[in-house]
């Protein structure tokens, strides 16, 4: 089973509009933390947004907020005002603890938004 | 100074040809990362170097051979790579180890594009 799942394989919105990318994770642990990244077409992944499992507030940094609804499991990054240069691939990643007691991040399949004049 | 560098940018290699990636980060951080990116697809974790010993190989052909020989420094040794092995690969750090707080993101260099011919 998919541990992040990202079902907006494309997304299109127009300039200073918001916008929605969803995600939801599986896992069982109490402990975890969610993050989302973007990835223009230079290939960098960029950091965006972190919401900790704890975090009884909505992460927010700048135009980018987290709606996290930990009972539904979902982490949805919302955009607002959206602009021609947030066009690129959205990865929402989960980072969890596994035995060994390292914990790495788990990344979904990644939505590819687009933004139009 | 958030930035990860990595060298080269591009990498065109022939089947029998040894060379490597270098990855360099001056922000402090103890755990390094390298990851490997088909195109469309998310990042896969490869290894996790955490303050200088490799913690995590996730079952890499020992055609792929890291290094890290400081705290700052990340090394990729590619030798007899096969062409299904192209892909974009990217190195990432983050502070702590990777046992440590969830909160903790990782930053990401811009990759190399790497062309196994």
């Known amino acids: 089973a998919q541990k992040i799942t990202q079902t907006q394989p494309g997304m299109f919105v127009q300039e200073k509009e918001a916008v929605t990318l969803d995600c939801t994770y599986d896992t069982s642990d109490q402990s975890y933390g969610l993050f989302w990244y973007k990835q223009p077409s230079s290939g960098e992944m960029i950091f965006l947004i972190y919401?900790?499992?704890?975090?009884?507030q909505n992460a927010t940094e700048g135009r980018y907020s987290l709606n996290f609804q930990k009972a539904r499991k979902s982490a949805n990054l919302v955009i607002s005002a959206s602009q021609l240069g947030d066009s690129a691939m959205y990865f929402c990643?989960?980072?969890?603890?596994?035995?060994?007691?390292?914990?790495?991040?788990?990344f979904g399949k990644g939505t590819m938004l687009l933004v139009s004049p | 100074d958030t930035e990860v560098t990595q060298t080269p940018k591009h990498l065109v290699m022939g089947m029998t040809n040894k060379k490597s990636l270098k990855c360099e980060q001056h922000m402090g951080h103890r755990a390094m990362y390298w990851y490997k990116q088909k195109a469309k697809k998310p990042p896969e974790l490869m290894f996790v170097?955490?303050?200088?010993?490799?913690?995590i190989n996730e079952s890499v052909p020992s055609r792929f051979s890291p290094e890290c020989p400081n705290s700052s420094l990340l090394n990729l040794h590619l030798h007899a790579l096969q062409p299904e092995d192209s892909a974009l690969y990217l190195c990432?750090?983050?502070?702590?180890?990777?046992?440590?707080?969830?909160?903790?993101?990782?930053?990401f260099g811009p990759g190399t594009r790497l062309t196994v011919t």
């Open positions: 990643a989960m980072r969890e603890s596994k035995n060994s007691g390292y914990s790495t991040l788990t």
């Open positions: 919401q900790g499992s704890y975090d009884e």
């Open positions: 170097y955490s303050y200088e010993k490799l913690s």
């Open positions: 990432a750090s983050s502070q702590g180890s990777v046992a440590d707080s969830f909160s903790y993101e990782q930053y």
